[in-house]
């Protein structure tokens, strides 16, 4: 028996002892589908959203759709609006008209209404992460006023001015403050922009509100998804989903499959376990030891829009010089680093992954930096002390621990010595100043993921006020961080999607080669199992669970 199964059963058996002995460990016999997830929402308002919005996504996406969605390459398709025109305003300012769907219904029967979208996202700008609608028309005086703590009152009557407008039921207007050409993509899967039911909510109070969203009972809240919440049991940490059998988003039929009438999500610690007694249908494959084993027949693989990448701290000697940064990229190779860690693996030198509409061409890419560690190793004398790589502590879908000591092995070659420091509060640690007001760290690896599918979602982490902690903005005295901004200005108001793509690929080169920012190491992939029974519980690109496409085999009920 090999180590590896050695301690895979040694786990094993604890967990079997528990499962014959756990009353509430996420497996009573309550029927439908159950899939284990990684974290339980922390609300069910999607207009508000929070702070932590990737534990609400899997309930949200089953429950609700947005304005337009994607395809299965990432492009833009109609979603809730059948249609739209965009145009320029005579101000500047960019305008679209949508056309939304006539054969949509909220759970309930009533009809989706171009006010259900006035009422949402005047409730987001009001929200907990208001600063998402800041694009829109008339957003900025709201945001204003809640920031100097204005009366409530003075607040409602600045939302009158959100240019958020319903021309009839069926036609709703919004208008931006300027081109922005990630607009339709952010309207597809970020939840926060998806409609209200007004029907429901006019009259209520904010408590009223409140608990229409957090006390799920009665059919409430609708709405428009395949599923809709029938029960959320904090304490066990279990969501019921029923089906909507009004719902425009159904399922397309699978010979001898047919959707379930319902599905608990469910939180467990011993979610393999239970996968292994056939007692849930899907759960996540996260354990580095599990990974490089054998892949069981059930292994699913799903390719994310993510970059795992190597940064640097740019305001610490030696890693202030741009030629330093370049020689440890050129001293690394991808493809050694992640060798046999995985089942697959995509190495990359490039920020944006290639399914990624916007992506560099591969033409560009060969302008990158290369692998060459003998034209790396003269430069990386200047490296005259031991260099500390920062990394996140616990276990991952990302094999940080060995990656890390990759390339500490990598870099050992070409005469650097590096130290690993593994940290689980590993964002604290990238903030923290020491004495002189720097950072303390000079390496750090991250993953960074998309939330909508556009190059946009990976460059604002870069940006001036983004939450990068590199200390690139000062570099050449805040002219190259102000270059590249200029660049993603251009690329957000093109109206074409080559001109973009040509500005967000010459921002990728100021920050990967000239200013050699950060070394992107690879793009994850995650990986789950799925009982053979089950067809349409997928991870989507932004490594969410997937159940729009639900069905079980017949024979399986």
């Known amino acids: 028996m090999t180590e590896a199964a050695v301690v895979t059963r040694a786990r094993l058996i604890p967990l079997l002892l528990l499962l014959s002995a756990c009353g509430r ?12 997830v990684p974290a339980m929402p922390t609300t069910l308002d999607w207009n508000t959203s929070d702070p932590t919005s990737w534990v609400n996504y899997p ?30 305003t005579p101000e500047g300012h960019e305008a679209y008209t949508f056309q939304l769907r006539r054969d949509v219904r909220w759970s309930d029967g009533a009809p989706l209404v171009a006010q259900d ?44 001015g959100l240019e958020v407008r319903a021309l009839d039921a069926h036609t709703l207007r919004i208008v931006l403050t300027r081109p922005r050409s990630y607009f339709l993509a952010r309207m597809a899967n970020v939840y926060l922009f998806f409609p209200a039911p007004s029907a429901q909510l006019a009259g209520k109070s904010e408590e009223e509100i409140r608990a229409y969203f957090e006390r799920p009972q009665d059919g409430h809240p609708v709405s428009l998804g395949p599923w809709r919440v029938e029960a959320w049991d904090r304490a066990g ?43 849930v249908g899907f759960v996540f494959v996260d354990s580095a030891i599990a990974l490089q084993q054998a892949p069981t027949a059930d292994l699913q693989r799903r390719e994310l829009l993510s970059t795992y990448f190597l940064g640097f701290n740019t305001e610490r000697p030696p890693m202030d010089r741009a030629e330093v940064r370049r020689a440890i990229a050129q001293a690394l190779d991808r493809d050694a680093l992640l060798q046999g860690l995985l089942p697959a693996a995509r190495p990359t030198r490039t920020l944006l992954p290639p399914d990624l509409p916007g992506a560099m061409s591969a033409e560009d890419e060969r302008r990158l930096v290369t692998y060459d560690p003998e034209a790396a190793r003269p430069v990386l004398r ?38 690993l420091d593994a940290r689980y509060d590993f964002s604290a640690e990238l903030a923290r100043r020491g004495p002189d007001a720097r950072r303390t760290f000079d390496l750090y690896l991250r993953r960074i993921g998309a939330d909508y599918a556009h190059p946009k979602t990976f460059f604002t982490l870069f940006e ?94």
């Open 382 to 419: 200047a490296v005259d002390r031991p260099l500390r790589l920062v990394f996140k502590a616990g276990e991952s879908f990302i094999p940080e621990v060995a990656i890390a000591e990759r390339i500490r092995a990598q870099l050992a070659k070409v005469g650097v010595k590096v130290e």
């Open 117 to 160: 979208f006035v009422l949402g996202w005047r409730r987001a700008a009001v929200g907990k992460e208001r600063g998402e609608v800041a694009d829109v028309l008339g957003a900025e005086p709201v945001l204003a006023a809640i920031a100097r703590g204005a009366p409530k009152e003075e607040v409602d009557a600045l939302l009158e």
């Open 464 to 557: 001036r006020n983004g939450n990068h902690q590199t200390g690139w903005e000062t570099c050449d005295g805040g002219t190259s961080i102000r270059r590249f901004e200029a660049l993603l200005a251009q690329g957000d108001a093109a109206a074409d999607p080559e001109t973009a793509r040509r500005a967000y690929t010459a921002a990728q080169l100021l920050l990967l080669r000239e200013e050699a920012v950060i070394v992107p190491l690879y793009h994850p992939d995650r990986y789950y199992r799925r009982q053979s029974g089950l067809r349409g519980v997928e991870v989507d690109p932004f490594n969410f669970i997937s159940l729009g496409d639900l069905q079980v085999r017949k024979d399986a009920r």
């Open 237 to 279: 940490e279990r969501i019921r989903l029923v089906r909507n059998p009004v719902s425009a988003f159904a399922p397309a039929p699978i010979d001898g499959f047919v959707p379930p009438e319902r599905v608990t999500l469910l939180r467990s610690e011993i979610g393999p376990a239970l996968f292994e007694r056939n007692r």
């Open 25 to 36: 460990c996420g497996f009573q016999e309550d029927g439908g589908v159950k899939i284990v």
């Open 59 to 88: 309930v949200m996406l089953a429950t609700m759709r947005g304005l337009t969605s994607l395809g299965p390459d990432n492009t833009i398709r109609p979603g809730l609006a059948s249609s739209w025109t965009r145009e320029r």
